[in-house]
């Protein structure tokens, strides 16, 4: 195997072996190109808090958006063993979907041209498919929330007459996708800015919401599901609303770039930022979740759920309290552009990788920016015909996080694991084998809810 454009960086015997597996006849020649650049590239994107930030923007947003409505519907005990298990299912995953790219002996390659270069090129292509259609459709859900989220906050808050939802839809994902096209690093400053207020006004509604927590009722609820099947069907959603896959890969190729590509050293950065990545997302998310669960009750949960809406619009419209009224829609607001940003990323990388695969003649003819530009159109015009059309977003995150986030996080990985030298120490651990168990689980609920409906 020739591997002149694919070059060691450490001398020990198994990164050797391990680096001999990385066949470079699997990657097309402008999967090559973007290595070169990706190694080549500009300094580190984003710095540590940085990351840690970008990564809880990506997915604190459908955490707090739709968890609740799915979560509280199911009854105390349900909710109280799910928060339990959420940590170390958040951190050991991510964690252990990084090393596809932080422990990787060969600097560059984002998560997709890893695989592609372990395994070959169908399976490359198939990974990639699975991981479009695990970011790219999560983009579409935000781009609906948007427009709902407006839409009740001009009709409920504002007064104001019923807009269009072609004005809404493409003025909402245009601003955004825009703002995405003029690069990464204002796409991390900007979600930076937006993260800190958002994590004090999420604090403050899960405090202002203490005084109306009814226990008792909540307690008292009798779900028409036993404890366990409940905590079944919560895991799907779950699982999607902590997810935040999508930045991973672009997050390990830039502290590849600041460890320049030792693989310990990236390793120990990448496992501190999701530490505390994971522990923010599950202490704000699920204080917010039990908050609106103990105010709101099974019924209110029920009611958001049938107007299709986020579950802090619905607070928003009833309750009389002006500070609801304004705090609830702006919070919705800001965690729908952190996790579109996020998930855009992916969405970038993953749509990029299926047009050198699909075109490579096509990729490999034209720019990198170029490509960013087709891939950010095509996004912008489906996210706002989707966005018109208003499909249910609770089912299309049962379907997403159910079926493909729970393969791609908690299943690919493991079997990676398994196959190649380069992760082969990971393959056995405990936390590994628990990822892998879990996801299994998750995966089977999702596809017995689609098949009995």
Known sequence: MTNAQLPEQHSDEHLKLSRQEFDRENLSDADIEQIKEQREGDEPDGSFMRWVITLFGTGVGAGILFLPINAGSFGFSPLVIATLLIGPMVFFSHRTYARIVSASPVKGLDVLQVITALTGRKRGFASALVYWLGIYPTVLIYAISITNTLDSFIVNQLGGPEVSRWVLATASAGLMTGAYAFGKKLTLWLANALVYPLIIALAAVSFYLIPSWDFASFRAYESSYSVWQGLLLILPVLVFSFSHMAALSQFAL???????????????????????????????????????????????????????????????????????????????????????????????????????????????????????????????????????????????????????????????????????TAFKHYACRPDTIFVFVVGLVIMGVAVRNIIVG
């Not at 029920?302 to 619009?313: F, H, I, W």
């Not at 699909?358 to 706002?384: G, H």
């Open 254 to 420: 830039d502290v590849q770039k600041k460890t320049d590509g030792d693989v310990a050293a990236t390793e120990r950065e990448v496992s501190k930022v999701e530490m505390i990545t994971a522990a923010m997302l599950v202490t704000f998310t699920m204080f917010f979740v039990w908050s609106c669960a103990l105010s709101l009750g099974a019924d209110g949960m029920d009611a958001a759920r049938e107007q299709n809406v986020p579950v802090l619009s619905y607070l928003a419209n009833q309750t009389d309290a002006p500070f609801m009224a304004w705090i609830s829609p702006i919070i919705a607001i800001a965690a729908i552009i952190t996790s579109y940003f996020g998930h855009l990323l992916g969405t970038e990388e993953g749509t990029a990788y299926l047009l050198r695969s699909v075109a490579p003649n096509f990729a490999a003819r034209v720019s990198t920016s170029t490509l960013r530009l087709t891939v950010n159109i095509f996004v912008f015009v489906t996210a706002v015909i989707v966005a018109v059309l208003n499909p249910s977003i609770l089912d299309m995150i049962s379907v997403v996080g159910g079926v493909f986030v729970a393969f791609l996080v908690y299943i690919m990985p493991v079997l990676l694991f398994n196959k190649a």
